[in-house]
């Protein structure tokens, strides 16, 4: 069978290593000189000797099962990192500034302002209280705003600002009031997936990066295959026939068996397939599917990353409605060189210093919304999932979540569809059951007086 990929992401890559392995006659097509999709790197010249900087998201999770077993099978070197977040929030009413290295450092940052006392506070009910939306909502209660939650089950109004804001700069280019009018069952399953809102915070524990970068990691990945790899190549045009899928690329025609279009987006599939013969029932649900844009911006103009005063290994501001982060890659990445380098992305406003900027990037990534949640959740996808030859992948079939795992997952999924096979993915560990105990145990708590007053404060 003779199968052609579209968009060399971990979706693409993880497609096409099967269907390798499986000696299948495969094409990938990428539009720039690398593959990695949000997850590649930049090679800089240094008086030490090139280093390749990472870019896009920089961090994997330990719960990532299926992304880890692959990488781990093809030899891909990971490093870890100890997680140390900084945000900080600002109106005429209120600020915060919360530094997490360890459980101990938390403890001690949420004792250090009434602001950060009531975030915490609310951070250790948050799993409780999402449980019993949840259930509500399979009861037949209606589904509430992600902002209408947090009002609903008395969160304070520092928590209702911080934690939809983290939520907004983890899933990049949503703005933050994207994900307060959002569904909440929407945010509260991209939670769950990113095991956000345990009391005992995962992230505080075990946190991955890309040893020597993101080119050097999928370098090992593509190497069985990469002379089947078209550089350079935007797809811009899929036309379905009856004896194969046609794909254009740079003025030049190809026809395939089957297609696959591991995009960032449903609405770049879209756009393809509007170019060609789509039908009616591919154009109503892809535009269910929407993105929205970010910018990225490498450089290493210090005074411009350094949001909450110092050096951390995250930053994250809210500004104009917009979550703004920024990234200290020589924490995430251990780099040896000794100067510092930042990845900061949001639409910033203001740029860093012109002479200080290595590279910028516009990039498009998942909406979540109201429309796509439901044609996720009544698996609309399903309906055109292989019909006409055509197959889709990316973190947008799976409500929009941009995390590597379930860009894996897709990927790993639409190569097995095509080759008439079922996928079934490792399940992470589930949270323990204490989680759960103690975040009621902290409900049960906050209404005591006594432990009621922190409004107050």
């Known amino acids: 069978m003779k199968i052609a990929i579209v968009g060399g992401g971990i979706s693409g890559v993880a497609a096409a290593d099967y269907l390798h ?4 006659d495969m094409t ?5 000189s690398t593959v990695g999709g949000h997850a590649k790197s930049y090679t800089h010249q240094t008086p030490n000797g090139p280093i390749n900087i990472q870019l896009g998201t920089s961090v994997l999770l330990e719960h990532y099962v299926n992304l880890f077993s692959f990488l781990e099978k093809k030899g891909a070197d990971l490093t870890q ?62 589904e509430l705003s992600y902002r209408a939650f947090f009002e609903k089950y008395e969160f304070y109004p520092e928590f209702r600002n911080f934690f939809p804001t ?40 075990k946190t991955y990066s890309f040893a020597g970068g993101a080119k050097q990691t999928y370098d090992i990945l593509i190497s069985s295959f990469k002379e089947k790899i078209k550089y350079n190549s935007a797809v811009d045009r899929v ?28 609405t770049q599939a879209l756009s393809m397939l509007a170019n060609g013969n789509m039908t009616d029932d591919e154009s109503q649900i892809l535009s269910n599917f929407s993105g929205c844009q970010n910018k990225l911006i ?28 920024k990234n200290y890659l020589n924490q995430i990445m251990n780099l040896s060189d000794s100067t510092n380098y930042y990845l900061s992305y949001g639409g910033m406003g203001v740029d860093p210093d012109e002479a ?14 109201r429309k796509q949640w439901t044609s996720f959740k009544k698996k609309a996808l399903n309906e055109i999932q292989g019909k006409r030859g055509i197959y889709y992948a990316g973190t947008w079939t799976n409500a929009g979540e941009g995390c590597h795992e379930k860009g894996y997952i897709s990927g790993r999924h639409a190569a097995a569809l095509v080759l008439g096979e079922q996928y079934e993915p490792l399940k992470p560990k589930r949270v323990p059951p204490i989680h759960y105990f103690l975040s009621r145990v902290f409900c049960r708590l906050k209404h005591f007086s006594g432990l009621d007053a922190l409004k107050n404060i």
Do not use: C
């Open 21 to 24: 392995s499986n000696g299948h």
């Open 28 to 32: 990938l097509y990428e539009k720039e």
């Open 81 to 142: 990192n100890s997680t140390n977040l900084s945000s900080y929030f600002q109106n005429e009413d209120m600020g915060f500034h919360i530094r997490t290295d360890d459980l101990k450092t938390f403890i001690i940052g949420a004792l250090s302002s009434s602001s950060t006392r009531r975030i915490s506070w609310d951070f250790l009910t948050l799993y409780a209280k999402s449980s019993h939306y949840l259930k509500r909502l399979e009861n037949g209660h209606q």
């Open 166 to 205: 983290i939520n907004a700069m983890l899933l990049l280019a949503n703005p933050v009031k994207s994900i307060e009018n959002a569904p909440a069952s929407a945010v509260l399953h991209y939670n769950d997936l990113m095991q956000l809102l345990t009391p005992i915070h995962k992230q505080l524990m």
């Open 239 to 266: 036309v379905s026939e009856t004896d194969g899928v046609v794909v254009s690329s740079n003025g030049i025609e190809q026809k395939y068996d089957k297609v696959i279009l591991a995009t960032s987006t449903g």
């Open 298 to 325: 490498l450089h290493t103009d210090d005074h411009f990353a350094a949001f909450s005063g110092k050096i951390e290994m995250y930053n994250i501001v809210q500004k104009n409605g917009i979550a703004l982060g």
């Open 356 to 369: 200080k900027v290595l590279y910028t990037n516009d990039f498009e990534h998942p909406l979540i919304d």
